[in-house]
Nanobody, 121 residues
């Protein structure tokens, strides 16, 4: 499975962005998909995950109520809608696919290349 993340950019605090993660080369509905982020000098942190058919979602406390993860299996795409963005949300955002919905990066087998999100104050 190949993953392509896009939608990042520069936005002011309080603004919104929608990230997309497009998959190819496999049966998309076989995989849970998670979003992670990594700021300079920091570890890669869990952001959100959606189960194979979208019935279950789970969020990091830091984004709960502001971010929404969803998926469209017909389009082989997962989305991360990010509202009320804060400077501390600045990071490279990665999508990943794996056999189970998990908060742990090591549980995922396939990773996208990352997309930069920068939130200015």
């Amino acid at each position: 499975v190949q993953l392509q993340a896009c939608g990042g950019g520069l936005v002011q605090a309080g603004g919104s962005l929608r990230l997309s993660c497009a998959a190819s080369g496999g049966t998309f509905s076989n995989y849970a998909v998670g979003w992670f982020r990594q700021a300079p000098g920091k570890e890669r942190d869990f952001v959100a995950v959606v189960s194979r058919y979208g019935a279950m979602t789970y969020y990091a406390d830091s984004v709960k109520g502001r971010f929404t993860i969803s998926r469209d299996n017909a389009k082989n795409t997962v989305y991360l809608q990010m509202n009320s963005l804060r400077p501390e949300d600045t990071a490279v955002y990665y999508c990943a696919a794996g056999g189970s919905a998990s908060v742990h990066p090591k549980s995922y087998d396939y990773w996208g290349q990352g997309t930069q999100v920068t939130v200015s104050s």
